[in-house]
């Protein structure tokens, strides 16, 4: 029984990965921008939660809400100004001009913010629980879960169901083509950018809910989120929730063998998943 | 004609810094040390990214490999500690090729997560080895370093301190490890594998019509600095003195800094990590008494650098005055006129 509720946990946090990661996706999936400060801008929007709710008093649920906007507003200004000067053929431009973002953010948090860990008081809901047949959840965690589902049900009806979501695949399969038909890949871009922002934020409240965060550990999420992608395969979304479940698994059956194994179980996850499939599980572009 | 001005410019300044320990202050063997394991460690990247094309984030693993192995023949098998900093070399580079067996199935973006996500396991699973203090680390002991090769007759030579003797040593071997991968680089990238590597850089597919195999070319500048990346390592914390897992296996030490020094300094130029890597000394040096300012500022001045001067300092300057004083590439072949000179 200890391994089928091992089993949920572990499932329940890779829904928290998959949060980190679908953000990510949807920006590589779209322009191929491999964005390596996307772990330090969840951290940095855990930091605006925590302070739109002291500064208002504000659940962080609400205050959440209230960062949302904020959070498209700069990573669509950040695309405009700075990441869509930099995208082209050559893939080390971007990448490191996103891992200089990485280390500003980081440390303007750690001068602005201290080194202190803090976490977003959530209330109540954060100790209960709900008995589900033979095991046990908490709440935050089956609530991260189901926000997962839904923002990658979200992402999903936007990329098939709507003018934006076909502009963005048409910009992803063939920018080129896509421009002659009207569409401006750079505004494109920004919006997508936007939306991985606002996908970054609802993962930062769970993260800010979950467990103490502190300006430096921006970096080790987005390599769990990178592992997510990679193994769910590049350009689906669903991939990436399998990938974050995969990580999560890994995680927990690690860390039930002995604490400082979590962590380690991931990484080896991910290595083996990708010997045997280079290309991940469900690989949709072929590139 | 122009290396030989190059060359001479070169020995001159090399003399002059193998006489720091001499005639200088201790703080200053010690800074300029670490500036030149921060060197090596660039040229060494800058051969993976500038020249091969492998974008790794993931060169601290070889960093904390080399570290780790040296400790260990040192504290577990009572060798000398510079003999395991050769033995950390060796190390580093056999464990190279299981990781680039994994890693050179990824491409572009995956390579550079894949080889993060490598060395971050070689992070945890170090911080297992209980031997060598788990997750907290171990010191070397005291006399191990005092009776390392080399200590007591500079000790004698200078009339210094052995933790000073330490410092002169280390720092030479540093300054030799330096001077030898610039020269290691200069003649291979001008050699016909390093022909080979810029031509697969600079047009993959016509590179390979003429019997370029870019694969194995990747494989072996992937190996040869995971080599020199471990000898650094093992160098470095012999100086130190003390390892953690995660000191040892820090990205932002071994990897970060080293990047951005490439990138300030001019990737794909082979003296753009010298020029980098004064200007991140530099820095420091300035923003000292700002706790992580320096930081922000390397990172601003990285990101501006590849919006709007993509060639770095160093590069910039050459394309600018169109002299190049250390030339990658050979003079095109002409018919012989024996008393023109040489021009290229």
């Known amino acids: ?287 | 004609m122009r290396t030989l001005v190059t060359l001479a410019i070169g020995l001159v300044l090399l003399t002059a810094m193998a006489l720091v320990p001499v005639l200088g202050p201790r703080i200053l063997v010690q800074d300029l040390f670490k500036v030149l394991c921060l060197l090596v460690l660039a040229l060494n990247w800058n051969l993976l990214a500038g020249f091969a094309g492998l974008v790794s984030v993931g060169q601290q693993a070889f960093v904390g490999v080399g570290a780790y192995v040296m400790f260990a023949t040192t504290i577990l098998w009572g060798m000398d500690p510079l003999a395991g900093v050769l033995i950390g070399g060796v190390v580093a580079m056999a464990l190279s090729v299981p990781v680039a067996f994994f890693a050179f199935r990824l491409n572009g973006a995956y390579f550079a997560i894949g080889t993060w996500a490598v060395a971050d396991i070689a992070r945890l699973s170090f911080g297992q080895w209980r031997a060598l203090g788990g997750g907290t680390g171990t010191a070397l002991p005291r006399d191990a370093t005092r009776e390392m090769l080399g200590v007591g007759a500079v000790r004698d030579l200078l009339g210094v301190s052995p933790a000073a003797a330490i410092d002169a040593v280390t720092y030479w071997l540093a300054l030799a490890l330096a001077a030898v991968m610039l020269l290691a680089c200069w003649l291979f990238l001008r050699s016909r594998m390093g022909l080979g590597l810029q031509a697969v850089r600079d047009n993959p597919v016509a590179a390979q019509s003429v019997g370029v195999d870019p694969t194995r070319l990747k494989a072996l500048v992937f190996l040869l600095t995971a080599f020199a990346t471990g000898l650094c390592g093992a160098l470095l914390f012999i100086q130190t003195g003390r390892i953690t897992p995660d000191a040892a296996f820090s990205v932002i030490d071994w990897t970060a800094f080293v990047i951005f020094i490439v990138v300030i300094g001019g990737i794909g130029t082979l003296p753009g990590p010298i020029v980098g890597v004064l200007v991140f000394y530099a820095l420091q040096q300035l923003l000292a008494d700002y706790g992580t300012v320096y930081l922000i500022a390397l990172g601003l001045i990285g990101i501006a650098i590849m919006l709007f001067a993509r060639r770095g300092l160093w590069g910039g300057l050459i394309h600018r005055i169109g002299y190049d004083p250390l030339p990658l590439g050979h003079a095109a072949p002409r018919p012989p006129h024996p008393t023109q000179e040489e021009r290229p």
């Open chain 1, 1 to 287: 029984m200890i391994w089928l509720d091992t089993l949920v946990q572990g499932v329940m946090l890779g829904g928290l990965y998959a949060l980190f990661a679908a953000g990510l996706s949807l920006v590589f999936g779209i322009m191929r921008l491999v964005n390596l400060a996307h772990g330090d801008l969840i951290v940095l929007g855990a930091y605006l939660i925590l302070g739109i709710g002291t500064a208002t008093g504000l659940n962080p649920f609400l205050a959440a809400a209230l960062a949302l906007p904020v959070m498209f507003a700069f990573g669509w200004l950040l695309q405009t100004a700075l990441l869509n000067r930099v995208l082209g053929d050559d893939i080390l431009p971007p990448l490191l001009v996103t891992f200089g973002l990485s280390v500003v953010i980081q440390n303007v948090l750690l001068q602005s913010m201290t080194a202190d860990s803090r976490k977003l008081p959530v209330g109540p809901v954060e100790s209960a629980s709900l008995p589900l047949g033979p095991v046990t959840v908490g709440v935050m965690p089956l609530l991260t879960f189901g926000s997962a589902i839904v923002v990658i049900l979200a992402l999903n009806w936007l990329f098939y169901h709507t003018a934006l979501g076909r502009a963005f695949r048409a910009t992803s399969d063939d920018p080129v083509t896509a421009q002659l038909m009207g569409i401006r890949p750079r505004r494109i871009f920004a919006i997508a950018t936007g939306i991985a922002l606002v996908v970054a934020t609802i993962a930062a409240l769970y993260l800010g809910a979950r467990a103490n965060f502190d300006p430096s550990i921006g970096p080790a999420r987005l390599l769990y989120a990178f592992e997510a992608v990679i193994i769910g395969g590049l350009g689906s979304l669903w991939g990436t929730l399998a990938g974050g479940m995969v990580i999560g698994v890994a995680q927990a059956f690690g860390a039930a063998l002995n604490p400082e194994w979590q962590i380690l179980a991931g990484h080896i996850a991910f290595v083996a998943v990708l010997l045997v499939r280079p290309r991940g599980l469900f690989p949709r572009a072929n590139d």
